[in-house]
C-alpha cells in the first residue's frame, strides 16, 4: 500500500548497516554558478540537493536549524559518479 503524504521530493531512506559514510567538508565559496538538479522533500530537518558545477557533481546537505542553517558539501566528482551516490543516498546505502 502506498502512503500519501503530499511531498512531491523524495525522502532520503535510512541509512543501511554498512552504508558508505560520505566527507561533508564546507561549502565552496569560489564557486559562483551551480545549478540545483534535484532535491528530497524540505519536510525533514536535512535536506539534501544533487548540484552541477563546472562540469562536476556533488551533494550539498543543509541541516535547516532554527535561525542558521548548516550547510554542506560532498567532494566533487564526475557528473556520473555523482548521479550514483546521488541514488546511493536516497535508497540509504551512503550518508
Given at each position: 500500500m502506498i502512503e500519501l503524504t503530499g511531498c512531491?521530493?523524495?525522502?532520503?531512506?535510512?541509512?543501511q548497516r554498512d552504508h558508505t559514510r560520505l566527507v561533508w567538508l564546507s561549502p565552496d565559496r569560489g564557486t559562483a554558478r551551480l545549478r540545483v538538479i534535484t532535491w528530497t522533500c524540505q519536510c525533514r530537518a536535512t535536506l539534501y540537493e544533487l548540484c552541477q558545477a563546472g562540469g562536476?557533481?556533488?551533494?550539498?546537505r543543509t541541516l535547516q536549524l532554527d535561525g542558521s542553517p548548516e550547510v554542506h558539501e560532498t567532494y566533487r566528482w564526475p557528473i556520473k559518479q555523482a548521479d550514483d551516490i546521488w541514488r546511493a543516498l536516497l535508497s540509504?546505502?551512503?550518508r
Open positions: 512531491l521530493s523524495p525522502h532520503v531512506s535510512t541509512p562536476q557533481g556533488f551533494i550539498r540509504g546505502e551512503a
